[in-house]
């Protein structure tokens, strides 16, 4: 996956009407204890009624704490 400086900044890849056009997604990296991606973490909802700023605030901390407690058995 090719990421943006946005998403690099923000540490996390948001996608909206790739598979649907009612659908949003959020994804972000699974990094192990040596700081290497070994894959990715995230969901899909729909587009409404949350705007993309509303979904990143509301999920991206919880997408971020489970990413945090996999890490350890990656």
Do not use: F
């Not at 900044?9 to 040596?34: K, N, S």
């Amino acid at each position: 996956m090719r990421w943006t400086r946005a998403s690099r900044a923000l540490g996390c890849w948001v996608t909206e009407q790739q598979l649907d056009p009612a659908l949003r997604g959020i994804a972000l990296p699974l990094i192990d204890h040596e700081g290497e991606c070994k894959g990715a973490i995230g969901m899909t909802m729909t587009m409404l009624p949350n705007t993309r700023e509303q979904l990143v605030a509301r999920m991206l901390p919880l997408l971020c704490e489970a990413a945090l407690a996999l890490r350890g058995i990656l």
